[in-house]
């Protein structure tokens, strides 16, 4: 990585960026194409629901807006790789320097848990600590104990999958009418993982629940 400004005076007090203006701009670089407007997905023409997303909704109708930073070009996908399987946990310095959001608007927002199994590999939730970066309290609203990785499978597999999220103990009792809740993720790739979370908070009676993603698969 290469950083190009010159210390000075002006510079010497100045917080540094974690990555330089090259590194950014792979990182943000998009697609290039009409999309989806729900899920920002690349179509042939631009459209307010793509067939996947209908396919979604027809299944799972508790997401109302979804949100992404990225497309998963060949920087963020080092990026995530990083991130999610080599334990560089100072990816997420980046990830919160790209994400540009104030999630204050919101009265709670709920990480994408994983299991204990995929804790003691990982050592940490990707989706947890992202949300801390944002500095936002991260609300613990969903468990699993899922074992496999979604990365290894396909559309078709992920959609026939037994939802593998449940609550809480601590929420299942109450009723959230008139609250809002955002989803966070770090990649939304067939969009079933995080609409089976919404499937399962929705019995919490959330007046909205929205989706966020570092990027767009």
């Known amino acids: 990585m290469k950083m190009d400004e010159e210390l000075n005076i002006m510079t010497l007090f100045k917080a540094r960026h974690p990555l ?3 590194c950014k701009k792979a990182l943000l670089e998009k697609f290039e194409g009409p999309r989806c407007q729900r899920c920002h997905q690349v179509t042939k023409k631009t459209i307010a629901v793509c067939g996947d997303c209908q396919t979604l909704i027809e299944v799972y109708p508790a997401v109302d807006k979804i949100y992404t930073f990225t497309d998963y070009n060949d920087a963020v ?3 995530m790789h990083r991130y999610k399987f080599l334990k560089d946990y100072a990816m997420v310095e980046i990830i919160g320097f790209i994400c540009d959001v104030n999630l204050s608007s919101y009265d709670y927002v709920v990480p994408i848990p994983i299991s204990k199994e995929r804790m003691r590999e990982r050592t940490y939730n990707q989706a947890l600590e992202m949300i801390v970066k944002l500095k ?3 609300a613990i609203f969903l468990e699993t104990k899922a074992k496999e990785r979604q990365s290894e499978q396909g559309r078709q597999s992920r959609m026939a999958r037994k939802n593998p999220f449940y609550l809480s103990e601590d929420v299942r009792e109450k009723d959230f009418t008139g609250k809002s809740i955002i ?3 770090d990649i939304y ?5 995080v609409h089976q979370a919404a499937d399962v908070l929705k019995v919490l009676n959330f007046q909205n629940i929205d989706v966020l993603t570092f990027s767009k698969a």
């Open 183 to 185: 989803i966070i993720d």
């Open 136 to 138: 936002a309290k991260p």
């Open 20 to 22: 330089c203006d090259s």
């Open 77 to 79: 996908k080092m990026l």
């Open 189 to 193: 790739t067939t969009g079933v993982t």
